[in-house]
């Protein structure tokens, strides 16, 4: 399978405990976005990176969020002291993007994973 | 905050054409119209986008009204496949934030 992946699937844990997702992008894709989505709302922006770099984070991402993409490759989201309203689906993608910040956005298309729903007891 | 507006939900029988509307009253120059659709228990899937002239691809056709304030997706064919959030975005393609910025979108019902 060449598209995104995301792991895991499902992740149920207790109030107060940490949780880490895992996104594998398309192979080839300087791009990566992470996305959060509630039952009914469209996702929402939390963050993405070029290669290794994060050029914009959401205010949605508070200090109990951090996201890293060490090699320029995979990339993990970290939520630290879960809450009860940290409860979504947590969405992974990818994308080529060609040049530098500003130039190039018009023929990218984003590839998404299927998620990983958290569920915080 | 999404700058596009749609309606909640459309109904379409099986092999008909599925039009929906969307207005994005306030786009500038340089931001494109992008259209993605989500499945149930799926993540978002790219279906086309244009800047100011209509586009056509596998998928579905793209209609940018000439003021570009208001554009419809058309699923020629539809199939019960299609049933899904369809969600229409506008996005700068230069000089700005570049993220996708997601409405709640149309909840797209094809009937048999």
């Known amino acids: 399978d060449t598209g995104v992946s995301q792991n895991p699937r499902h992740k149920i844990t207790k109030r107060g405990q940490n949780v880490t997702f895992r996104c594998d992008p398309i192979?080839?894709?300087?791009?990566l976005y992470w996305y959060r989505q509630t039952l009914g709302q469209g996702p929402e922006f939390l963050t993405y990176?070029?290669?290794?770099?994060?050029?914009?984070k959401s205010r949605l991402l508070s200090d109990r969020f951090s996201a890293e993409r060490p090699k320029g490759s995979f990339s993990t989201l970290e939520i630290q002291r879960t809450e009860q309203g940290d409860s979504a689906m947590y969405l992974c993608?990818?994308?080529?993007?060609?040049?530098?910040?500003?130039?190039?956005?018009?023929?990218?298309?984003?590839?998404f994973g299927s998620g990983t729903q958290l569920s915080v007891l | 905050d999404a700058k596009t507006t749609q309606p909640p939900s459309m109904d379409c029988a099986e092999g008909r054409a599925a039009n929906l509307p969307c207005n994005h009253s306030?786009?500038?120059?340089?931001?494109?119209v992008y259209w993605y659709r989500q499945i149930h228990s799926q993540g978002p899937q790219y279906i086309i986008h244009?800047?100011?002239n209509n586009e056509t691809n596998e998928m579905a056709s793209l209609i940018i009204t000439e003021d570009r304030k208001s554009s419809t997706l058309i699923l020629p064919h539809a199939t019960l496949r299609d049933t899904a959030v369809y969600y229409c975005?506008?996005?700068?393609?230069?000089?700005?934030?570049?993220?996708?910025?997601f409405g709640k979108g149309t909840k797209l019902t094809v009937n048999p």
């Open positions: 993608a990818s994308s080529w993007r060609r040049g530098d910040r500003g130039r190039g956005a018009t023929n990218e298309k984003l590839f």
């Open positions: 192979s080839e894709h300087n791009r």
């Open positions: 990176f070029q290669n290794e770099a994060q050029l914009e």
């Open positions: 306030t786009i500038s120059g340089n931001e494109y």
């Open positions: 244009g800047l100011k």
């Open positions: 975005i506008v996005r700068v393609g230069w000089g700005g934030s570049e993220k996708l910025v």
